[in-house]
Structure formats: C-alpha cells, structure tokens
Nanobody, 127 residues
Framework: EEQLVESGGGLVQSGGSLRLSCEAS????????VGWFRQAPGKEREGVSS????????VYRDSVKGRFTISKDTAKNMVYLQMNSLKPEDTASYYC????????????????????WGQGTQVTVSS
C-alpha cells in the first residue's frame, strides 16, 4: 500500500524554524514528483513547494521563496521542507503529496496534479 506520512509540525514563535519530513512507504520517492501543500482554516489548500523526481528541480510559491527549502533523501525515501523565518501567516496544516506522472512546472503547485496524499501535520506560528 502506498502511503505518505508527515511529521515535524509544531508550535513556534514568529521568526523561528521547523523542518517537516515526509516519509513514503510502498513506493520510491525517486520516481515521483513530491509537493508540499498547506491549508489554513477557512482557506483552500495551496501549493508551497515541489521537487521534481527527474532533475531535482524545485519550485516555490512566492510568499515562501528565500525562507523555505525543499529537499529529498532518496536513500531514506524522505522529502523535507525546511522552514525558516516563519510568520504567523504560515500557520496551517501541511501536507505532502506525490505523483508519478510527469508534471509541467505550472502544475507542480496544483492540488489536482497529485494522486497520493499524506494526512498532514500542523504548523502554528505565534506572533
């Protein structure tokens, strides 16, 4: 069974850092494009970052550029999201997602492009 499990969320003060982890079981991340998404209460789920399985290229939403970094460890079958300089507006449930089919750059932050999803981990940033 293909499964994604996120971890690493928590409560942090504004300006602090967290590293989220996404572990895959049942499939190899090396063959998948992996994305991080977030959803705040009352808002739609939005793409945060994505890393391509082929060339390892990354994309970020504008509001996190320079603060968040996505990376993967294929040996451990893990994908990470390092989040620095966190702001209260980063508060949300964070989800990782995987997709084996090739994705265009514009699709890589789209929720509809991914078929496999984790259950999410909560990130709360206090002001």
């Amino acid at each position: 069974e293909e499964q994604l499990v996120e971890s690493g969320g928590g409560l942090v003060q504004s300006g602090g850092s967290l590293r989220l982890s996404c572990e895959a079981s049942g499939f190899a991340f090396d063959d998948y494009t992996v994305g991080w998404f977030r959803q705040a209460p009352g808002k739609e789920r939005e793409g945060v970052s994505s890393i391509n399985h082929g060339d390892g290229s990354t994309v970020y939403r504008d509001s996190v550029k320079g603060r968040f970094t996505i990376s993967k460890d294929t040996a451990k079958n893990m994908v990470y999201l390092q989040m620095n300089s966190l702001k209260p507006e980063d508060t949300a449930s964070y989800y990782c997602a995987g997709e084996a089919s090739p994705l265009t750059t514009s699709a890589r932050l789209s929720t509809t492009a991914y078929r496999h999803w984790g259950q999410g981990t909560q990130v709360t940033v206090s002001s």
